[in-house]
């Protein structure tokens, strides 16, 4: 830990850098997006940035009878929530509010999305959003419980909820080397709780873009660059529980954090482009009868780890 | 005094949107509001030094009116952005016994000479703490309060649930893969 | 920020829950007016733990009360669905089973 | 314990946990399994049970005791002493011999039957090896339940589920005794070890002792409870050979031979406890006899022998009692897997059909005929011997005791030649007998279902040795119980004199008889030798000593004499008695008015007014039902702050 002169320093800089990397994972998308279509991947990148133009220019369209203090609730809620989450991610060094319970933080946090990807159907007044909105909840009663699980397990194996002290306990032996299940879950659950990849059925094609249908302008701009932050803070957070934060050779701390991170980033958004859609309906089964006690006893094994080495 | 700003500010939160609960139009709005409302209590929590038991609290009922919401709109199926709703019944002896039961709470609270603390927060890790006491000295208590939580769950299950296995197996359990309107991912 | 001042917010969340749950005709409302009581038992509770003795075991009772509320949900969601299933109904005006 | 090397002690307790925790692990995993391990349940299932066999005697031989913490104050303690290393190894064997036959005989979804059996095993290793109240009271519970789901193993019949319901909640009306023990043991302070139990202070240990009983009454089938046994014959024959003969019934003789010492203690206790089961055993025995179904007779059967092994816990024959228990279920699990296979093979167990069965199979009947005389106690086998000691210690106890317990070896010898004798019995005529009555018969016994008879057979025909000298005396020293009376030359010879005259005059009434109602007639032929002779005997004498003494004081005295006083009474009567009841005739009828007007006036009223007002009561009281949930809420809180108030005016009061 360094001085308070440098946290206040990070107050400004972590949104900085929170968009930033957001932004990189946007553009990689973007070039892969591209790739896959036959136009130069370089073009491809340059779209995010474009799209943030357009969007800032664009008139808001209003629905009939829309609920618009929800709706712009729900809008905004994804990028505050992924700010309130770094602010218990450690950055090499730096971390905004070290809290005791900085773990249960990010969960409160992550079940907040619920909230809000909800709220940003129903306050359209549209079937299809509404749709969308119910589809995540769906989906967020099964990926809740196995995330919870998933968190829990490097807290047990560090005995503790603060955040730094799991990266700490990481020092001699990452966690994903010893609960590789875990680790699995929490990156499907990131997934999940950005509504990215195979979990995007919230806002995919088929119900003619789900929550996404009737936002435009400036709101869409902020669901859109809401769901890259959460899947940016994801990849932090899973960079600090268990990939053991900023461990590594001759660098300082921060930038192997920033490389893991971004490393983290670009494999989800690589991967999750290569699976189809997760319907909702047929996820539930598979997370509470596979996903909950394979969890269970990853963390059971954890537990008799620690009892054991004492 | 800062303190007494901030609590001050987090009450008239808490009640205003409580109150909101029941004077709103919208069922979304009235469920929300309810989870503003918990989470100004959680945060009022954290004032404590209550840090796991706030952030527990606003999780758990963040996530319980997400869910309320649905029920909400799933039982009254209706838009009532588009129509005001009133279901009150007896309407003004509720606000008559709710304004006594209020009066006779606050009397007591601020007319009884509440004794001084006793003991002091240790700067040990709190949740740690609480968690000894969980599977120590209060286990006790966990170990009846949780199989009757159990045994209820079980049971709204039973109550909320239309097909017994018999209805999804057949009458000898003789299917392979469950009669379901709805087939789950894995087919039991 | 004293003991009398959070208590008598405590009661004041209490008794608008209070109103909530007498005067409410749809179940799930009036299971909004309980959560509202319990809220301003939580308040009360974690108040008295802060105030008064602060020790762990204080604790524990919070941590029930939280237990019991979303288990309260649980079972008034499936009576709720029940009565709506049988009687297509989500009044509580409805449900008079219980008359004597 | 025992003064073995550490690592003989270290071996001893692994194979005590393995005892436990092997069949229970296996059986529950079995359980769960369910249908997927069809194939796997039944050498497994045999496996386990021999590999259990083998541990029970390293058990048996090393004496182990271990203790883990369970609840506060009371951990969970097993221990091996004198008594359980007898009973355990027993259990084990009786217990791999059931399963073959089962395995034999073949069972729908194996997989369950095999797991609650072996968890049943688990149970009641644990049960003989508890050193405290929780840990038996734990298994205790377990072997309920599991006798539930055993009897009720076909579950879609309902008349068996029905029937394992009556036998798990009678024997659960017995267990709320063990919990009323445990009770009183923490309240009087004597802790939850059941040997400390006889040390608690007078008023709560007589409250232990009672609730003791109860238990062991209930498990044992003793006689309040005795009806759930023959409900808990709806179950298939292998769990009839286990639960209700050797194993779980057992056990509740088993708990009283364990607390002999807290009925030592306790007079009443042991008095009752020594009536009860010789009672049991007379009247069991007599039903025994009366029954037509081969398996409701065992099972009367079984809580009659019973009765002996309770009667020697009250009388204080700890080694009677055992050699007893150990006898008899090796002998009754004999004789119910017989009574099963023909079962099986014939699809019938009314006697009346199953007449000849025994020729037909003639290996099941040479070993069902070892279980039978056994049961009747002929002379050198094995419950002759065993039975003679017990009613040793109650001849020393009270020879009224004796004579009971004598009548009742009579009966068993009654009705075990009953059923011998049927089954042997040539068939009136030769047609094939109404087979199939009770479920489709397969004509057929397999060999594995006969190698378990055989062996059982062997252990009814020698067990007997238990009680008698060599072997008897390093019983005794086993179990501690050098002093326990001994039978005389004179009682063996008698009782075995007994039996065979019975089974002589069982045999004779049989051939006489062939249709069903002699089978009454019999019932009417052993009370006539245990009651009717005796009584007309005595009956002749009186009648001889009347003949000469009394009626010819009679004819002397009484003509004169008689005449003379009816004269004089007849006019008494007119003159007094016959006005006196004139006049009481009339003031009743006046009196008879006067409280007719008093009671329309006072009483009646009263009943009016109170029934009135209760009835305006009663609609008062049904106005705030109603069924409103608001309502209800309103009223609580009310109610509610009404108690707050008046609290606080109290606290103000009192302040």
Same mark, same amino acid.
């Given at each position: 830990?360094?001085?308070?002169?440098?946290?206040?320093?990070?107050?400004?800089?972590?949104?900085?850098?929170?968009?930033?990397?957001?932004?990189?994972?946007?553009?990689?998308?973007?070039?892969?997006?591209?790739?896959?279509?036959?136009?130069?991947?370089?073009?491809?990148?340059?779209?995010?940035?474009?799209?943030?133009?357009?969007?800032?220019?664009?008139?808001?369209?209003?629905?009939?009878?829309?609920?618009?203090?929800?709706?712009?609730?729900?809008?905004?809620?994804?990028?505050?929530?992924?700010?309130?989450?770094?602010?218990?991610?450690?950055?090499?060094?730096?971390?905004?509010?070290?809290?005791?319970?900085?773990?249960?933080?990010?969960?409160?946090?992550?079940?907040?999305?619920?909230?809000?990807?909800?709220?940003?159907?129903?306050?359209?007044?549209?079937?299809?959003?509404?749709?969308?909105?119910?589809?995540?909840?769906?989906?967020?009663?099964?990926?809740?419980?196995?995330?919870?699980?998933?968190?829990?397990?490097?807290?047990?194996?560090?005995?503790?909820?603060?955040?730094?002290?799991?990266?700490?306990?990481?020092?001699?032996?990452?966690?994903?080397?010893?609960?590789?299940?875990?680790?699995?879950?929490?990156?499907?659950?990131?997934?999940?709780?950005?509504?990215?990849?195979?979990?995007?059925?919230?806002?995919?094609?088929?119900?003619?873009?789900?929550?996404?249908?009737?936002?435009?302008?400036?709101?869409?701009?902020?669901?859109?660059?809401?769901?890259?932050?959460?899947?940016?803070?994801?990849?932090?957070?899973?960079?600090?529980?268990?990939?053991?934060?900023?461990?590594?050779?001759?660098?300082?701390?921060?930038?192997?954090?920033?490389?893991?991170?971004?490393?983290?980033?670009?494999?989800?958004?690589?991967?999750?482009?290569?699976?189809?859609?997760?319907?909702?309906?047929?996820?539930?089964?598979?997370?509470?009868?596979?996903?909950?006690?394979?969890?269970?006893?990853?963390?059971?094994?954890?537990?008799?780890?620690?009892?054991?080495?004492? | 005094?800062?303190?007494?700003?901030?609590?001050?500010?987090?009450?008239?939160?808490?009640?205003?949107?409580?109150?909101?609960?029941?004077?709103?139009?919208?069922?979304?709005?009235?469920?929300?509001?309810?989870?503003?409302?918990?989470?100004?209590?959680?945060?009022?929590?954290?004032?404590?030094?209550?840090?796991?038991?706030?952030?527990?609290?606003?999780?758990?009922?963040?996530?319980?009116?997400?869910?309320?919401?649905?029920?909400?709109?799933?039982?009254?199926?209706?838009?009532?952005?588009?129509?005001?709703?009133?279901?009150?019944?007896?309407?003004?002896?509720?606000?008559?016994?709710?304004?006594?039961?209020?009066?006779?709470?606050?009397?007591?609270?601020?007319?009884?000479?509440?004794?001084?603390?006793?003991?002091?927060?240790?700067?040990?890790?709190?949740?740690?703490?609480?968690?000894?006491?969980?599977?120590?000295?209060?286990?006790?208590?966990?170990?009846?309060?949780?199989?009757?939580?159990?045994?209820?769950?079980?049971?709204?299950?039973?109550?909320?649930?239309?097909?017994?296995?018999?209805?999804?197996?057949?009458?000898?359990?003789?299917?392979?893969?469950?009669?379901?309107?709805?087939?789950?991912?894995?087919?039991? | 920020?004293?003991?009398?001042?959070?208590?008598?917010?405590?009661?004041?969340?209490?008794?608008?829950?209070?109103?909530?749950?007498?005067?409410?005709?749809?179940?799930?409302?009036?299971?909004?007016?309980?959560?509202?009581?319990?809220?301003?038992?939580?308040?009360?509770?974690?108040?008295?733990?802060?105030?008064?003795?602060?020790?762990?075991?204080?604790?524990?009772?919070?941590?029930?009360?939280?237990?019991?509320?979303?288990?309260?949900?649980?079972?008034?969601?499936?009576?709720?669905?029940?009565?709506?299933?049988?009687?297509?109904?989500?009044?509580?005006?409805?449900?008079?089973?219980?008359?004597? | 314990?025992?003064?073995?090397?550490?690592?003989?002690?270290?071996?001893?307790?692994?194979?005590?946990?393995?005892?436990?925790?092997?069949?229970?692990?296996?059986?529950?995993?079995?359980?769960?399994?369910?249908?997927?391990?069809?194939?796997?349940?039944?050498?497994?299932?045999?496996?386990?049970?021999?590999?259990?066999?083998?541990?029970?005697?390293?058990?048996?031989?090393?004496?182990?005791?271990?203790?883990?913490?369970?609840?506060?104050?009371?951990?969970?303690?097993?221990?091996?002493?004198?008594?359980?290393?007898?009973?355990?190894?027993?259990?084990?064997?009786?217990?791999?011999?059931?399963?073959?036959?089962?395995?034999?005989?073949?069972?729908?979804?194996?997989?369950?039957?095999?797991?609650?059996?072996?968890?049943?095993?688990?149970?009641?290793?644990?049960?003989?090896?508890?050193?405290?109240?929780?840990?038996?009271?734990?298994?205790?519970?377990?072997?309920?339940?599991?006798?539930?789901?055993?009897?009720?193993?076909?579950?879609?019949?309902?008349?068996?589920?029905?029937?394992?319901?009556?036998?798990?909640?009678?024997?659960?009306?017995?267990?709320?005794?063990?919990?009323?023990?445990?009770?009183?043991?923490?309240?009087?302070?004597?802790?939850?070890?059941?040997?400390?139990?006889?040390?608690?202070?007078?008023?709560?240990?007589?409250?232990?002792?009672?609730?003791?009983?109860?238990?062991?009454?209930?498990?044992?089938?003793?006689?309040?409870?005795?009806?759930?046994?023959?409900?808990?014959?709806?179950?298939?024959?292998?769990?009839?050979?286990?639960?209700?003969?050797?194993?779980?019934?057992?056990?509740?003789?088993?708990?009283?031979?364990?607390?002999?010492?807290?009925?030592?203690?306790?007079?009443?206790?042991?008095?009752?406890?020594?009536?009860?089961?010789? #009672?049991?055993?007379?009247?069991?025995?007599?039903?025994?006899?009366?029954?037509?179904?081969?398996?409701?007779?065992?099972?009367?059967?079984?809580?009659?022998?019973?009765?002996?092994?309770? #009667?020697?816990?009250?009388?204080?024959?700890?080694?009677?009692?055992?050699?007893?228990?150990?006898?008899?279920?090796?002998?009754?699990?004999?004789?119910?897997?017989?009574?099963?296979?023909?079962?099986?093979?014939?699809?019938?167990?009314?006697?009346?059909?199953?007449?000849?069965?025994?020729?037909?199979?003639?290996?099941?009947?040479?070993?069902?005929?070892?279980?039978?005389?056994?049961?009747?106690?002929?002379?050198?086998?094995?419950?002759?011997?065993?039975?003679?000691?017990?009613?040793?210690?109650?001849?020393?106890?009270?020879?009224?005791?004796?004579?009971?317990?004598?009548?009742?070896?009579?009966?068993?010898?009654?009705?075990?030649?009953?059923?011998?004798?049927?089954?042997?019995?040539?068939?009136?005529?030769?047609?094939?007998?109404?087979?199939?009555?009770?479920?489709?018969?397969?004509?057929?016994?397999?060999?594995?279902?006969?190698?378990?008879?055989?062996?059982?057979?062997?252990?009814?025909?020698?067990?007997?040795?238990?009680?008698?000298?060599?072997?008897?005396?390093?019983?005794?020293?086993?179990?501690?119980?050098?002093?326990?009376?001994?039978?005389?030359?004179?009682?063996?010879?008698?009782?075995?004199?007994?039996?065979?005259?019975?089974?002589?005059?069982?045999?004779?009434?049989?051939?006489?008889?062939?249709?069903?109602?002699?089978?009454?007639?019999?019932?009417?032929?052993?009370?006539?030798?245990?009651?009717?002779?005796?009584?007309?005997?005595?009956?002749?004498?009186?009648?001889?000593?009347?003949?000469?003494?009394?009626?010819?004081?009679?004819?002397?005295?009484?003509?004169?004499?008689?005449?003379?006083?009816?004269?004089?009474?007849?006019?008494?009567?007119?003159?007094?008695?016959?006005?006196?009841?004139?006049?009481?005739?009339?003031?009743?009828?006046?009196?008879?008015?006067?409280?007719?007007?008093?009671?329309?006036?006072?009483?009646?009223?009263?009943?009016?007014?109170?029934?009135?007002?209760?009835?305006?009561?009663?609609?008062?009281?049904?106005?705030?039902?109603?069924?409103?949930?608001?309502?209800?809420?309103?009223?609580?809180?009310?109610?509610?702050?009404?108690?707050?108030?008046?609290?606080?005016?109290?606290?103000?009061?009192?302040?």
């Amino acid at each position: 830990m360094t001085g308070e002169g440098m946290n206040q320093a990070w107050v400004l800089l972590a949104p900085v850098l929170l968009g930033a990397i957001a932004l990189a994972g946007a553009a990689l998308n973007g070039a892969l997006a591209a790739r896959a279509e036959g136009r130069p991947a370089l073009s491809g990148s340059a779209r995010p940035m474009l799209e943030v133009v357009r969007l800032m220019r664009q008139r808001r369209r209003v629905t009939v009878a829309a609920d618009r203090l929800l709706w712009r609730i729900g809008g905004m809620a994804l990028l505050v929530i992924a700010l309130l989450k770094t602010a218990v991610i450690p950055f090499g060094p730096w971390i905004l509010a070290d809290i005791p319970v900085g773990l249960v933080w990010f969960n409160a946090m992550d079940v907040m999305v619920w909230a809000a990807i909800w709220l940003m159907g129903w306050g359209a007044n549209s079937a299809h959003a509404l749709a969308g909105g119910y589809r995540f909840l769906a989906q967020a009663a099964s990926y809740e419980l196995p995330l919870m699980f998933a968190l829990v397990t490097p807290a047990v194996a560090a005995q503790s909820l603060r955040v730094s002290e799991i990266v700490d306990a990481q020092q001699s032996l990452w966690f994903v080397v010893w609960m590789p299940v875990a680790f699995l879950v929490f990156c499907a659950s990131v997934l999940a709780f950005s509504a990215w990849g195979p979990f995007a059925t919230a806002a995919s094609g088929d119900i003619a873009g789900g929550i996404l249908t009737e936002v435009s302008g400036v709101d869409r701009l902020l669901i859109l660059a809401g769901r890259y932050a959460l899947l940016a803070t994801g990849a932090a957070f899973a960079v600090a529980l268990f990939l053991g934060g900023g461990a590594g050779p001759l660098l300082p701390e921060w930038f192997w954090t920033l490389v893991k991170t971004l490393a983290v980033l670009a494999v989800f958004i690589v991967v999750s482009r290569r699976f189809s859609g997760v319907r909702p309906d047929r996820l539930a089964e598979v997370a509470w009868v596979i996903g909950l006690p394979i969890m269970l006893l990853q963390t059971l094994v954890v537990s008799i780890i620690v009892a054991v080495r004492g | 005094m800062l303190s007494i700003i901030i609590f001050s500010a987090l009450a008239i939160v808490a009640v205003v949107s409580g109150i909101a609960v029941f004077r709103v139009d919208s069922m979304a709005r009235a469920t929300y509001a309810l989870a503003v409302s918990f989470v100004a209590v959680g945060v009022m929590l954290l004032m404590f030094d209550l840090d796991y038991i706030g952030v527990i609290t606003i999780l758990m009922m963040v996530m319980e009116m997400a869910i309320m919401a649905i029920y909400m709109i799933m039982f009254m199926g209706m838009n009532p952005a588009l129509m005001p709703m009133s279901m009150v019944h007896n309407n003004r002896w509720s606000a008559i016994l709710a304004t006594g039961t209020f009066l006779l709470l606050a009397g007591g609270a601020v007319l009884v000479p509440w004794p001084a603390r006793s003991g002091s927060v240790g700067t040990e890790d709190l949740t740690m703490a609480l968690g000894e006491a969980l599977m120590g000295s209060k286990m006790l208590v966990m170990l009846t309060v949780s199989p009757i939580l159990f045994a209820t769950i079980v049971a709204a299950l039973v109550l909320a649930n239309p097909r017994g296995r018999y209805d999804r197996w057949g009458d000898n359990l003789q299917r392979a893969t469950p009669d379901d309107p709805q087939q789950g991912g894995l087919g039991k | 920020m004293t003991l009398q001042l959070v208590l008598v917010v405590a009661a004041a969340l209490f008794c608008v829950g209070l109103y909530g749950a007498l005067s409410q005709q749809v179940i799930v409302m009036v299971m909004m007016g309980l959560e509202l009581m319990l809220n301003g038992v939580i308040l009360a509770v974690g108040a008295f733990w802060w105030f008064l003795a602060p020790n762990p075991d204080g604790l524990l009772l919070l941590l029930v009360v939280i237990a019991a509320m979303t288990v309260e949900m649980a079972m008034g969601f499936a009576i709720a669905t029940l009565l709506h299933r049988s009687k297509e109904t989500d009044m509580t005006d409805m449900a008079t089973e219980l008359s004597g | 314990m025992s003064g073995a090397a550490p690592e003989f002690f270290q071996l001893g307790v692994a194979a005590l946990w393995l005892l436990v925790g092997l069949p229970a692990g296996l059986g529950i995993a079995l359980c769960l399994a369910g249908r997927r391990a069809t194939r796997l349940a039944v050498p497994v299932s045999i496996a386990t049970a021999a590999v259990t066999v083998v541990v029970a005697v390293v058990v048996a031989t090393l004496r182990p005791a271990v203790e883990v913490p369970f609840l506060a104050g009371a951990p969970f303690g097993l221990a091996v002493d004198g008594l359980s290393a007898l009973i355990v190894p027993t259990v084990a064997v009786v217990t791999l011999l059931v399963l073959i036959f089962a395995a034999a005989e073949g069972t729908e979804s194996p997989a369950r039957f095999h797991g609650l059996m072996l968890i049943f095993a688990a149970a009641v290793a644990v049960t003989a090896t508890a050193t405290t109240l929780p840990t038996l009271l734990f298994s205790w519970e377990i072997m309920g339940a599991m006798s539930y789901a055993l009897i009720g193993f076909h579950w879609r019949d309902d008349i068996r589920v029905s029937g394992g319901l009556t036998a798990f909640i009678t024997t659960r009306m017995g267990d709320l005794g063990l919990y009323l023990a445990a009770g009183a043991a923490v309240a009087g302070g004597a802790g939850l070890e059941l040997a400390n139990l006889a040390a608690a202070p007078s008023p709560w240990r007589d409250v232990i002792a009672a609730g003791i009983l109860l238990a062991a009454f209930g498990k044992a089938a003793q006689l309040p409870f005795s009806f759930w046994l023959s409900r808990a014959m709806e179950g298939p024959s292998p769990v009839s050979a286990l639960l209700h003969s050797a194993a779980m019934v057992a056990m509740g003789g088993y708990l009283l031979l364990r607390l002999e010492p807290l009925l030592e203690v306790t007079p009443w206790a042991a008095i009752t406890v020594a009536w009860v089961g010789a #009672l049991t055993a007379l009247l069991l025995g007599a039903v025994a006899v009366a029954q037509r179904d081969l398996k409701q007779l065992l099972a009367a059967s079984t809580a009659a022998q019973l009765g002996f092994v309770v #009667l020697a816990a009250g009388v204080g024959s700890v080694s009677g009692g055992t050699a007893h228990l150990i006898a008899h279920a090796l002998t009754k699990a004999l004789l119910f897997l017989a009574a099963g296979a023909w079962l099986t093979a014939l699809g019938t167990k009314q006697l009346s059909e199953l007449r000849g069965a025994a020729r037909r199979w003639p290996l099941v009947g040479v070993t069902f005929a070892a279980g039978a005389l056994s049961l009747a106690g002929i002379a050198p086998l094995s419950l002759w011997a065993t039975k003679d000691e017990v009613l040793a210690g109650a001849l020393e106890t009270s020879p009224a005791l004796y004579v009971v317990g004598l009548a009742a070896a009579a009966l068993s010898a009654a009705y075990a030649g009953k059923a011998l004798f049927i089954l042997w019995g040539k068939s009136s005529t030769e047609a094939v007998g109404p087979y199939d009555t009770e479920q489709p018969g397969t004509r057929h016994i397999g060999l594995w279902a006969r190698i378990p008879l055989v062996l059982l057979a062997v252990g009814a025909v020698f067990a007997g040795v238990l009680a008698l000298p060599p072997v008897g005396d390093w019983l005794r020293s086993v179990l501690g119980a050098e002093a326990d009376p001994r039978p005389g030359v004179a009682e063996l010879v008698g009782s075995a004199a007994l039996a065979l005259l019975v089974l002589g005059l069982v045999a004779k009434t049989r051939g006489r008889s062939s249709s069903w109602a002699a089978n009454w007639l019999y019932l009417g032929h052993a009370t006539r030798i245990v009651v009717v002779d005796p009584v007309l005997l005595l009956s002749e004498k009186l009648a001889r000593f009347d003949d000469n003494v009394l009626d010819s004081l009679a004819t002397k005295t009484a003509p004169s004499g008689m005449r003379v006083l009816s004269e004089k009474l007849a006019s008494f009567d007119d003159s007094s008695l016959d006005a006196a009841v004139n006049k009481t005739a009339k003031g009743g009828m006046r009196a008879a008015s006067l409280v007719t007007r008093a009671d329309a006036a006072g009483p009646d009223a009263a009943v009016e007014a109170t029934a009135s007002a209760a009835r305006r009561l009663g609609v008062l009281a049904r106005r705030p039902q109603t069924g409103q949930v608001h309502h209800y809420y309103a009223q609580v809180t009310v109610i509610l702050a009404i108690a707050i108030v008046l609290l606080l005016v109290l606290a103000l009061v009192v302040r």
